[in-house]
């Protein structure tokens, strides 16, 4: 995901983006445990993705509170 279709989303949208990019970490984490997983670089791309999406919901946060 790029910071350019990021930056088009609503609040309530990167919510649940990031709930579902969150889920996806999850059910990645289990597919590692149980040694299914066959793309292991896609652990780092949904922790990035994660960080993305929270970056931009914590910019709105902040601008909403200054005006």
Known sequence: MKSSE?????????RAKSRDLRQD???????KASAQ???PARL???R???AR???RISA???????V
């Open 6 to 14: 990021i930056k088009d989303l609503t609040a309530a949208e990167l």
């Open 25 to 31: 970490l999850f059910n990645l984490h289990l597919q």
């Open 37 to 39: 997983l066959e793309k």
């Open 44 to 46: 780092r791309t949904l």
């Open 48 to 50: 990035r993705d994660i």
């Open 53 to 55: 999406v929270e970056t």
């Open 60 to 66: 709105l946060r902040t601008k909403a509170a200054q």
